[in-house]
C-alpha cells in the first residue's frame, strides 16, 4: 500500500494520469516546487563539495559473456553535489551516483534488474529514473519518486535491446536533467556486441547559470536561460573539455592498431549534438542506439537528439589526437564541449605526411 504521502505526492505530480506522457513529461509547475508545494530549493549555497564529477570514460562493465538471462543487482543514488565546472568556477549538480553522465548500466536482453534508489538525507530535493529501457509506466518514474532520505526499489526486465538514455523525470526535470541527471543503460542482444579493443562512454549536456562562462565564483542555476535554451556551457561529461590533454588527461590512450567504441548520450535537455570525430569518421554506427537495425557505415556527424544515444566505433591508423565534438562549433569553441582520444604508435605516410618534403 502506498503511504497517504506518496499517493498524495503523485496526485500533485501527475504521474498515472492524463498528465504524464510516458513519464518523459508530468504537469509543469509555475515555479520551482517540492513535494509538499513549497518552493524547491535552487542549491544558491554550494553543498558536499567534491573534486570530481566528470564520469571516467574508461570506467565502465565490460561484455557480457553470459549466455543465458540473469538478474542483475543495480543502484542509483541521486547526489547532489558541488564541484568545479573551469578551475575557479563552481556549480551544484544533481547527479546519479556523483558522476556526469551517471553510471553506465550494462545488461542482456532477457535480463530481469533488480533497481535500488536511494535518495540521501542530505539531499534537498526529490529525485526519480526514467529509464527508457523499461517497458511500464513513466518508465519507473513513479516507482522511483523519492524524498531525501527515502528508498525505493523497482523490479524490471529488460526487453528490448539498444543503447537507452535514463534521466530524472520530476516536473522539473529539465533543471535536474541540465544539472547532471542522465546517463544510459546498455541491453546487449543475446549474441552480444562485435568484439573491439577499447570502450568509452561519454555524455554531452547544457548548463545554464547565472554568470558568463569563466567567470569565477559560485554559478547558481538560471530558469530563464534554460527557458531561452541559451546555456553558459555545453559539456561532455560534466566539466569544461574534462577528457583533454589540458583537463584530466584524454578520454582513452589506444594504438593505431585499435578499435574504439564509443557509447554517446545526449542528456539535453533541449540541444542535439552533431557528434563529430575530428580527423576520423565513425566506421560502423548504430543511429540512436538501436541494435536491430542495420548499422551504417563511414559517417562524418550524426545528429543525436536530446534524450537519445548512438554507438559508434572509430580508430586510426596514425598517431595523434583525435577530438570528439559536437559541430556546432561556437560549442566547443566557446562553452567546453569536447574530449580526446590519443592514438599512439607507428607514423605512416602513405596515409598522413603532415611535412612532406
Known sequence: ?????????????????????????????????????????????????????????????????RSEPAEVDVTLRPEEVTAEVEPGVTFTYTTYNGQVPGPLVRVRQGDTVNLTFENPEENTMPHNVDFHAVAGPGGGA????????????????????????????????????????????????????????????????????????????????????????????????????????????????????ETVRVYFVDGGPNLSSSFHPIGSVWETLYPDGSLTTEPQSHIQTRLVPPGSTTIATMSSPVPGDFKLVDHSLSRVVRKGCMAVIRAEGPEDPEIFDPDPQ
Open 142 to 257: 513513479e516507482a522511483t519518486m523519492t524524498n531525501p532520505g527515502e528508498t525505493a526499489h523497482l523490479r524490471f526486465k529488460a526487453t528490448y535491446p539498444g543503447a537507452y538514455i535514463y534521466h530524472c523525470a520530476v516536473p522539473n526535470m529539465d533543471m535536474h536533467i541540465s544539472a547532471g541527471m542522465f546517463g544510459l543503460i546498455l541491453v546487449e542482444p543475446p549474441e552480444g556486441l562485435p568484439e573491439v579493443d577499447h570502450e568509452i562512454y561519454l555524455g554531452q549536456h547544457e548548463l545554464y547559470t547565472d554568470k558568463a562562462a569563466g567567470e569565477e565564483g559560485q554559478h547558481t542555476f538560471d530558469y530563464e536561460s534554460m527557458r531561452n535554451e541559451d546555456p553558459t556551457y555545453v559539456l561532455m561529461n560534466g566539466e569544461k573539455y574534462a577528457w583533454t590533454p589540458n583537463g584530466r588527461g584524454p578520454a582513452a590512450t589506444v594504438g593505431t592498431d
Open 1 to 65: 500500500m502506498l503511504s497517504t504521502t506518496r499517493r498524495r505526492t503523485l496526485q500533485w505530480l501527475g504521474l498515472g494520469g492524463a498528465a504524464s506522457l510516458a513519464g518523459c513529461a508530468t504537469k509543469a509547475p509555475t515555479a520551482a516546487q517540492s513535494l509538499d508545494g513549497t518552493e524547491e530549493p535552487t542549491q544558491q549555497s554550494p553543498t558536499n563539495i567534491v573534486d570530481q564529477v566528470a564520469a571516467d570514460p574508461t570506467d565502465i562493465p565490460g561484455p557480457i559473456d
